[in-house]
């Protein structure tokens, strides 16, 4: 009886081992799921995914006399703004850079007004519209094996620009100047990099980009077929054929010199733009307006002068635009007669010294003449760098663990006219205030 308890005391043993020898019996991988699993790994090797959210308060004090007396202490504003980063590289020669965008109003629940966008290819990224997911940022680059040539062609860094980077203690964030480009815009851009041709610490690129506009017409069952016109009344085509593509191009020279006794780094940028006739419409049949453009800009930073925490940045940009024809009886651009042109300047000073997590920052800005900047892209509510008049920022910014950016200001807008924009440009003695803070998380 012993013998027949033990040798059934040992089979159960034995089918108790089998049962958990076999949980730990690995089935091998088909064909399919190695391939899907090399797949993933080499698709995280070319793949860079990062982001940022930013939550800001504003605080808004408004008072004007001329030409229009109001007075509006206390506007308070909460926004929100999430950027997606997608970035690959699929070889040293071919990278792809893309970022999708959403700006908001926190629970905004009532609108009043029209459109909060005028172009929506290019002001909606930044136009606090709502959870709508625009595309900010998708180009590739490609470079030759020597890294001399670079074409890119796609959605272009043209936002960002610096001394932009200053505020939240960055590094560099975009190509082109802040007083240059402000907008998210498309089109093909060719650097040369001479590095190799200069003395070590010395570095050269030239870029010339190619971003036209284009005008479109939508319908009709020859859509696409035909050319737009001035303009539109009641849906129908009235005026002179336009172009469906417009002009506009720049030139510029970057330049940095490093790692040098009386200041870290040194960056100089000399940027010259111009754009083609860009036609306005009424859709009431009364505008054959044109606008054009060019404008120059120069911009100097200076990183850790004389080997201390003070970066000091420095530009000027010089615009001219041509109005030509009305948008409607009195309305040209900048103007009421039927030709015009308006010369302006802007030139900005931004200076910041940092205190290992801590920076002080301040702006000034002022502008002569009757500036035209285009800022699409503007951080703040008031478009504070398209001023005309003098301006001032103030802010503090601190970071923790290099990841979380809290930065409180102030801005002080003092116009001297009103920005130039359909009709004569008006004199005003406009003050805006603005009292911020900003929380940003880079993930």
């Known amino acids: ?15 108790v081992q089998a049962h958990q020898a076999s949980m730990y019996v690995t089935t091998p991988k088909t064909v399919e799921e190695r391939l899907a699993e090399l797949e993933a790994n080499q698709n995280l090797r070319y793949f860079n995914l990062s982001g940022f959210l930013i939550s800001t308060y504003d605080h808004i004090s408004a008072e004007e006399n001329v030409p229009e007396t109001f007075d509006n202490p206390d506007l308070q504003y909460l926004r929100l703004r999430l950027s997606l980063n997608a970035d690959a590289e699929i070889n040293p020669q071919i990278r792809v850079y893309t970022r999708l965008t959403a700006t908001k109003f926190m629970n905004n629940w009532r609108s009043q007004g029209g459109d909060p966008t005028y172009i929506h290819d290019v002001e909606g990224v930044y136009s606090n519209s709502g959870s709508l997911i625009y595309l900010e ?18 959605r272009l860094p043209t936002v ?11 590094p560099r964030q975009g190509t082109y100047p802040l007083l240059t480009f402000d907008a998210p815009l498309d089109g093909v851009a060719v650097t ?17 980009l190619y971003t036209p506009f284009t005008d479109v017409v939508w319908g009709g069952n020859r859509k696409f077929l035909r050319p737009p016109t001035d303009d539109t009344n009641a849906g129908v085509q009235v005026g002179d054929d336009t172009e469906t593509l417009i002009n506009m191009g720049s030139v510029q020279l970057d330049y940095t010199l490093k790692n040098q006794s009386w200041t870290d780094e040194l960056g100089a940028i000399l940027q010259y733009y111009k754009s083609g006739r860009l ?57 009421d007669q039927d030709y ?5 300047s802007l030139t900005l000073l931004s200076t910041r010294y940092r205190f290992q997590n801590w920076a ?42 290099s990841l ?30 603005t009292y911020y803070l900003s929380l940003r998380t880079d993930f």
């Open 1 to 15: 009886m012993r013998n027949a308890v033990g040798v059934l005391l040992l089979f159960l043993g034995s089918v």
């Open 137 to 154: 940022k998708a180009y590739v680059d490609l470079s030759c094996p020597e890294s001399i040539w670079t074409l890119s062609v796609g």
């Open 160 to 170: 960002n620009g610096s001394p932009e980077h200053f505020w939240d203690m960055l």
């Open 192 to 208: 040369f990099r001479a590095d190799s041709h200069l003395p070590l610490n010395h570095e050269l690129a030239v870029r010339v």
């Open 279 to 335: 036609p306005f419409s009424t859709g009431a049949g009364t505008s054959d307006l044109n606008l054009q453009g060019d404008g120059l800009t120069a911009l100097l930073e200076l990183n850790s002068i004389a080997q201390t925490a003070l970066d000091v940045s420095l530009s000027h940009t010089y615009t001219n635009t041509i109005s030509d024809g009305l948008l409607a009886p009195g309305l040209g651009f900048g103007t």
């Open 340 to 344: 015009g042109t308006n010369y302006g």
């Open 360 to 401: 002080l920052g301040l702006e000034w800005l002022t502008s002569s003449g009757v500036p035209f900047y285009f800022s699409a892209a503007p951080e703040d509510l008031t478009r504070f760098y398209s001023t005309p008049g003098n301006s001032e920022h103030l802010y503090v910014t601190t970071k923790w663990m």
């Open 404 to 433: 979380v950016t809290l930065r409180a200001g102030y801005r002080q807008q003092n116009y001297s006219a009103t920005p130039i924009g359909f009709g004569p440009v008006q004199s005003t003695d406009r003050v805006l205030k």
